[in-house]
C-alpha cells in the first residue's frame, strides 16, 4: 500500500475492503489505539480491522496510516 491511500478511500467501509483485498486486516497498527466506541465500550485496537467487543461497530484503518488515531474509520456494524 502507498502511504497516499488513506486519503483515497472514502469511508470506513471503503477502509475495510481495501485492507482486505491486500490480506492485511490482521496486521496490528503502528500504535495500538484506545477506541471509544458509541456504544460507550472503550478497547485497544489490536487489529487494523476490529470490531467493538460489545456491540461489533467494525473500525477500520490502513496500515500505512494506522499511527494517527484520526484515520480510524466506522464501517457499520459487523462490517468487518
Do not use: R, W
Amino acid at each position: 500500500m502507498s502511504c497516499s491511500c488513506t486519503s483515497k478511500l472514502k469511508n470506513g467501509k471503503d477502509v475495510v475492503d481495501h485492507v482486505k483485498s491486500k490480506g492485511k486486516e490482521n496486521f496490528a497498527p503502528t500504535v495500538a489505539h484506545e477506541i471509544s466506541c458509541e456504544c460507550g465500550e472503550t478497547f485497544i485496537l489490536k487489529t487494523i480491522v476490529m470490531n467493538c467487543p460489545n456491540c461489533e461497530m467494525t473500525y477500520a484503518v490502513t496500515p500505512c496510516g494506522s499511527a494517527d488515531k484520526n484515520n480510524i474509520k466506522q464501517a457499520g456494524l459487523k462490517y468487518a
